[in-house]
């Protein structure tokens, strides 16, 4: 197994990317081996709660815009009430997230519903995820 670590800490949390190779989606949604988001790393939000898993192109992307957007603060709280380290708009996409089973006050959900909200969007949704895009 190889493993590479990227680590960067603000406001006491700390990011930890930790390459694995694993099957991303989670059961329920189709992803066929093999292929680039087959490939997934570990992102630690919070040193108090287990890492998230996500593939490894979104944690490339999501590293610029959560020190933009939050300064990796997963406790930051937005003008609009958008929360976490990618200050997702709970307003706008809470009633989404509770019908999927995630929860928006929990940190790891909101990385996972992040996932599936750039899958779908791009980086339209954030104010730093086009500049991350051109890098």
């Given at each position: 197994m190889k493993l590479r670590f990227l680590a960067a800490s603000a406001w006491g949390l700390a990011l930890v990317l930790l390459q694995v190779s694993a099957v991303w989606p989670p059961s329920g949604l189709t992803q066929t081996p093999g292929t680039p988001e087959s490939e997934t790393?570990?992102?630690?939000?919070d040193l108090r709660r287990p890492p998230v898993e996500v593939p490894r192109q979104f944690a490339v992307w999501?590293?610029?815009?959560?020190?933009?957007?939050?300064?990796?603060n997963d406790a930051a709280v937005g003008a609009l009430g958008e929360?976490?380290?990618?200050?997702?708009?709970?307003?706008?996409?809470?009633?989404?997230?509770?019908a999927m089973g995630l929860d928006p006050?929990?940190?790891?959900?909101?990385?996972?519903?992040?996932?599936?909200?750039?899958?779908?969007?791009?980086?339209a949704p954030?104010?730093?995820?086009?500049?991350?895009?051109?890098?």
């Open positions: 790393v570990l992102w630690v939000y999501a590293v610029p815009v959560a020190l933009c957007e939050s300064g990796f929360l976490g380290m990618l200050q997702i708009h709970v307003r706008v996409h809470g009633p989404r997230m509770r006050a929990e940190g790891g959900d909101r990385f996972r519903f992040a996932v599936v909200l750039h899958r779908e969007q791009g980086s954030w104010t730093c995820g086009k500049e991350a895009e051109k890098k």
